[in-house]
C-alpha cells in the first residue's frame, strides 16, 4: 500500500519561508508533483520532479521562489518555498506517479498521478 505523508505547512508572514516535506512509503520508484489548492479554485500544479531528480518543472508564479528536491534514500521530496507571498496560501497535496527506475520524466497532469496526500495548509499573512 502506498503512503504519502506531507509535514511543513503553516502559517508565516510574506516574504518568509517554509519547507514542505513528503515521505513516500510502499512504492520504490516514483516521479511526484506538489499541487496546491485555494479556496474555490482549481488543484494546480506548482512543481514536479523525476524519479531521478534530475529533472524538474516549476510553474511561472513560483519559478526563482521555490525548489524541488528529493532525497531518495530516505523517501522523502522536498518544496522548499521562499519570498512567500499571500497569494500562496492554500492547501499543498504531494503526488506520486508510477513510473521506470529508468525513466526521467516528471508529469504535469493531475490525472498523471497515481497517489496523493492528504494535504498541508499553508497560510501566507500580508
Known amino acids: 500500500q502506498v503512503q504519502l505523508v506531507e509535514s511543513g505547512g503553516g502559517l508565516v508572514q510574506a516574504g518568509g519561508s517554509l519547507r514542505l516535506s513528503c515521505v513516500v512509503s510502499?512504492?520504490?520508484?516514483?516521479?511526484v508533483g506538489w499541487f496546491r489548492q485555494a479556496p474555490g479554485k482549481e488543484r494546480d500544479l506548482v512543481a514536479a520532479?523525476?524519479?531521478?531528480?534530475?529533472?524538474?518543472y516549476y510553474t511561472d508564479a513560483v519559478k526563482g521562489r521555490f525548489t524541488i528536491s528529493r532525497d531518495n534514500a530516505k523517501n522523502t521530496v522536498y518544496l522548499q518555498m521562499n519570498s512567500l507571498k499571500p497569494e500562496d496560501t492554500a492547501v499543498y497535496y504531494c503526488?506520486?506517479?508510477?513510473?521506470?527506475?529508468?525513466?526521467?520524466?516528471?508529469?504535469?497532469?493531475?490525472?498523471?498521478?497515481?497517489?496523493w496526500g492528504q494535504g498541508t495548509q499553508v497560510t501566507v499573512s500580508s
Open positions: 503526488a506520486a506517479a508510477n513510473t521506470a527506475y529508468t525513466s526521467v520524466n516528471y508529469y504535469t497532469g493531475r490525472d498523471e498521478y497515481d497517489y
Open positions: 510502499g512504492r520504490t520508484s516514483y516521479a
Open positions: 520532479i523525476s524519479w531521478s531528480g534530475g529533472r524538474t
